[in-house]
């Protein structure tokens, strides 16, 4: 029988889709009470992020005789969520589809759900509190163990200090603990296979039984703040106002305290097209309304983005994502 006459079937049970439907009912819930607006925004954009990790979607639009327009299917709701604050909205969120070029595999899909929301007037560690209540609320054995800074980390596992370590040292620990062939990597790519080869699995190794066991990682490096700020840490280093969370070694939730320089913003936008230009990847254009509605003056923020299809499988123990999506890749 061809896959044509099998893959008109969900690929999640209808138990599953009832177990999401009441998550999705909750998240809004918790919102509602907390004053929180839900907000929509476009899908489509004339811009696209110019992450050096995150490839976009890209399409046409085309009227009559006139030439056709390039758009972009939107990677994150976050630059439209932002011309929203700055245009007075107050707190927001948004839950919804956002699209990934070139992701997929067991915790990937190119179209999946996002959560992201934005409080006014908290820091990164006060929307970590926001981001726990959430969690226990919407989740019977959600339980936060730990708040670590990406420094004290990277101490435990390797010795060093990731905000002032050479680049020949992370190299030669790349080769010890990831890959002896690899070089010519930057800072930040080094660093970040040292994370994810050696210290995620050591915080998955924090949950017991069927908790689920939260760790936020937070101040990360100066270099991966993207559209984060920049602050000062205890030991008078500079380091990003960034965090993610890690729910049973997963990573579930990355979350700022927003970056509000419209000037700052921008020269990160170019900088990220000249990385992308060097690494022979599609330059986007980057927003430039973003910038603008910055000029006009974002409120003081804290934003986070949160994965509901890596959630609802944490809540249900799948290890695959197709198992909790409707419709997953192999069957659009």
């Not at 994150?76 to 909205?89: H, N, Y």
Request: some cysteine; glycine content about 6%.
């Amino acid at each position: 029988m061809s896959a044509h006459h099998t893959h008109w079937q969900p690929s999640a049970s209808v138990q599953q889709l009832q177990r999401r439907a009441l998550l999705l009912r909750n998240i809004r819930e918790y919102f509602f009470t907390q004053q929180v607006m839900e907000t929509e925004v476009p899908i489509l954009s004339s811009a696209a992020t110019v992450d050096l990790h995150i490839e976009s979607f890209c399409t046409e639009f085309t009227s009559g005789g006139t030439s056709a327009k390039k758009m972009y299917l939107h990677t994150s709701p976050e630059f439209a969520m932002k011309r929203l604050l700055a245009a007075g909205s107050g707190d927001i969120y948004y839950l919804g589809p956002v699209f990934r070029n070139g992701e997929y595999g067991r915790y990937h899909n190119p179209e999946f759900t996002m959560l992201e929301w934005y409080r006014c007037n908290l820091d990164d560690q006060q929307l970590m509190d926001d981001i726990s209540r959430l969690l226990t609320m919407v989740c019977d054995n959600y339980k936060e163990l730990q708040r670590v800074s990406y420094q004290t980390l990277f101490q435990q596992h390797f010795g060093i200090n990731p905000h002032t370590v050479t680049t020949d040292v992370l190299t030669e620990l790349v080769k010890t603990f990831v890959d002896e062939n690899l070089k010519d990597l930057a800072d930040n790519d080094l660093l970040d296979l040292l994370f994810t080869h050696k210290i995620e699995p050591a915080l998955h190794a924090k949950g017991e039984n069927d908790t689920l066991s939260g760790v936020f990682v937070y101040d990360y490096p100066a270099g991966m703040a993207a559209l984060a700020r920049l602050k000062t840490d205890d030991q008078g280093q500079q380091v990003a106002a960034r965090f993610e969370l890690f729910v049973n070694g997963i990573e579930l939730v990355n979350g700022y305290h927003e970056l509000t320089t419209a000037s700052e913003q921008q020269q990160r936008f170019l900088q990220d097209q000249q990385q992308r230009k060097a690494m022979h990847l599609p330059v986007y254009p980057y927003d430039k309304k973003l910038v603008a509605a910055l000029h006009h003056g974002l409120p003081d923020c804290a934003g986070v983005a949160l994965g509901i299809d890596r959630l609802h499988m944490l809540l249900t123990g799948e290890t695959s994502i197709k198992d909790i999506m409707a419709f997953d890749f192999t069957r659009v």
